[in-house]
């Protein structure tokens, strides 16, 4: 079980949004490479990274502040918002990104999906980000009709390496990882699922170690290890004891 930080950039800056809304951003830390080497030295062995000016202008914003990032790191980082086409994936990857997380492009764009899974093997996750049950796409502002399970089976059979379930009513206000929703969706696919948006507290990590949670592949945290509602020693530790 994998518990990975989450660095949201919005001008450069690391910041939590409430409810996926850009003017409800709050500003944790103005130096992204600081705060992905502070994550580092906690003991975290993943990161989660989010261009939010990309997510909504469908093409890279914040490249500058993942460069940096990744000249501070030393583990894996996977980075998602606006990355929308092969030529982006493929530049992101050689700068040292480890797995790329296409969203809008999966509902617009399956087969695109479909291509990127067969070039990079491995190195391709699917973000899928849900309000009341049916997809949102373009950095959450417009929604889909297509339920989480319908887009996940899309990639039943393609080498997706994990997907990204995001509950968008849940993220940055601390009211608990949706994960009856997350499980239901992970029992229908045989990717692998990262429970995203809303965890609050020790414990949401201690609810991650249930039997019925048991397939997930981790959890993002975001606002609650910024504002100390988590303790990252100690939630590592629940997670590396249940190993």
Same mark, same amino acid.
């Given at each position: 079980?994998?518990?990975? #930080?989450? +660095?949201?950039?919005?001008?450069?800056?690391?910041?939590?949004?409430?409810?996926?809304?850009?003017?409800?951003? =709050?500003?944790? /830390?103005?130096?992204?490479?600081?705060? %992905? &080497?502070?994550?580092?030295?906690?003991?975290?062995?993943?990161?989660?990274?989010?261009?939010?000016?990309?997510?909504?202008?469908?093409? #890279?914003?914040?490249?500058?502040?993942?460069?940096?990032?990744? @000249?501070?790191?030393?583990?894996?980082?996977?980075?998602?918002?606006?990355?929308?086409?092969?030529? =982006?994936? *493929?530049?992101?990857? $050689?700068?040292?990104?480890?797995?790329? +997380?296409?969203?809008?492009?999966?509902?617009?764009?399956?087969?695109?999906?479909?291509?990127?899974?067969?070039?990079? #093997?491995?190195?391709?996750?699917?973000?899928?980000?849900?309000?009341?049950?049916?997809?949102?796409?373009?950095?959450?502002?417009?929604?889909?009709?297509? =339920?989480?399970?319908?887009? $996940?089976?899309?990639?039943?059979?393609?080498?997706?390496?994990?997907?990204?379930? =995001?509950?968008?009513?849940?993220?940055?206000?601390?009211? @608990?990882? /949706?994960?009856?929703?997350? %499980?239901?969706?992970?029992?229908?696919?045989?990717? #692998?699922?990262?429970?995203?948006?809303?965890?609050?507290?020790?414990?949401?990590? &201690? /609810?991650?170690? &249930? $039997? *019925?949670?048991?397939?997930?592949?981790? $959890?993002?945290? @975001?606002?609650?290890?910024?504002?100390?509602?988590?303790?990252?020693?100690? %939630?590592?530790?629940?997670?590396?004891? %249940?190993?």
């Amino acid at each position: 079980m994998i518990l990975f #930080p989450a +660095i949201d950039l919005k001008d450069g800056q690391c910041v939590r949004l409430k409810l996926g809304e850009m003017d409800q951003a =709050t500003v944790f /830390n103005d130096d992204p490479a600081a705060q %992905a &080497r502070a994550f580092q030295d906690q003991g975290f062995a993943y990161l989660h990274i989010v261009d939010l000016n990309g997510a909504f202008e469908g093409r #890279p914003v914040n490249g500058a502040a993942v460069d940096a990032i990744l @000249g501070a790191l030393t583990i894996p980082a996977q980075l998602g918002g606006g990355i929308r086409d092969l030529a =982006t994936i *493929e530049s992101w990857l $050689a700068k040292g990104i480890s797995r790329v +997380i296409l969203g809008t492009i999966a509902v617009r764009n399956p087969d695109l999906v479909k291509q990127a899974c067969r070039e990079f #093997p491995g190195r391709i996750a699917v973000g899928i980000d849900a309000k009341g049950g049916k997809v949102a796409v373009e950095g959450w502002a417009e929604s889909s009709e297509l =339920t989480a399970i319908d887009l $996940a089976s899309r990639f039943e059979d393609a080498g997706v390496s994990a997907i990204i379930y =995001t509950d968008i009513e849940r993220d940055g206000i601390l009211k @608990g990882l /949706n994960l009856p929703a997350t %499980a239901q969706l992970a029992s229908s696919t045989s990717i #692998p699922v990262i429970a995203s948006g809303g965890l609050a507290s020790i414990d949401d990590v &201690r /609810n991650l170690l &249930r $039997a *019925e949670y048991a397939m997930l592949e981790g $959890a993002i945290t @975001g606002r609650a290890l910024y504002d100390g509602r988590i303790d990252a020693a100690e %939630a590592l530790a629940l997670l590396s004891g %249940a190993q």
